[in-house]
């Protein structure tokens, strides 16, 4: 059974950065597509970034990464801003082509809440 347990999220100030980290359970992240994505209140869930063997996609002031010896994807967000405050998933694939929709994911984490101060 793949399980997807996010952490790292808190509260910060605008201009900080922060790390998230998704870790792994029962499959390789090195073999299929690993997302991030976001929901901040009263929004659509939206892409943030997704990473396989094949590549990476991101946006903005967003990197991702990947350790396939601890099985964990890691989320860089830079110079974050207000609007940046939202719960943050992880999410992964049945492909390692790099997908920027939610509803290509198959397994979910159960998010972690960023929150960025003015």
């Known amino acids: 059974q793949v399980q997807l347990v996010e952490s790292g999220g808190g509260v910060v100030q605008a201009g900080d950065s922060l790390r998230l980290s998704c870790a792994a359970s029962g499959r390789s992240i090195s073999e299929y597509t690993t997302g991030w994505f976001r929901q901040g209140p009263g929004k659509e869930r939206e892409f943030v970034a997704a990473i396989s063997h094949r590549g990476r996609s991101m946006k903005g002031r967003f990197a991702i990464s990947m350790d396939n010896a601890k099985n964990t994807v890691y989320l860089q967000a830079n110079s974050l801003k207000p609007e940046d405050t939202a719960v943050y998933y992880c999410?992964?694939?049945?492909?390692?082509?790099?997908?920027?929709?939610?509803?290509?994911?198959?397994?979910w984490g159960q998010g972690t809440q960023v929150t960025v101060s003015s």
């Open positions: 999410a992964q694939a049945s492909t390692a082509v790099i997908l920027t929709t939610a509803s290509a994911y198959n397994y």
